[in-house]
């Protein structure tokens, strides 16, 4: 369930042939992986943040691609081929729209 008109979902992200769409909805909330060309499902992963509309980004890692998705009090990283949590960080300010990024220099 949504409140307002911020819509049921954040912005698609492509990546190596998979669609992600990150649904943290008031309950159901998941993490889901598509494939792009055919739309079926790859993963899903159930999250337990309450509503908010981040998009989550890509990380490339040493150990493979991670999601990176923010949720209202946590920022998370998951496997982009396996959906497998690999960590997670807490107290982030309470937020309806975060999104992670990052920059390297050089």
């Known amino acids: ?18 669609v992600i769409l990150q649904r943290d909805l008031r309950s159901d909330a998941k993490l889901l992986v598509l494939d792009a060309k055919s739309g079926s499902l790859v993963w899903e992963k159930k999250r337990e943040d309450h509503t908010s509309y ?17 949720g209202s009090t946590k920022l998370k990283g998951y496997d982009l081929k396996t959906g497998t949590e690999k960590w997670v960080l807490n107290g982030i300010p309470r937020c309806r729209a975060p999104h ?3 920059w390297t220099a050089g």
């Not at 949504?2 to 990546?15: D, G, K, M, N, Q």
């Open 1 to 18: 369930e949504f409140r307002r008109v911020l819509f049921r979902s954040t912005s698609p992200v492509l990546a190596d042939g998979l």
């Open 54 to 70: 981040g998009t989550p980004a890509l990380w490339d890692t040493p150990n493979g691609k991670q999601i990176v998705a923010a």
């Open 100 to 102: 992670p990024w990052w």
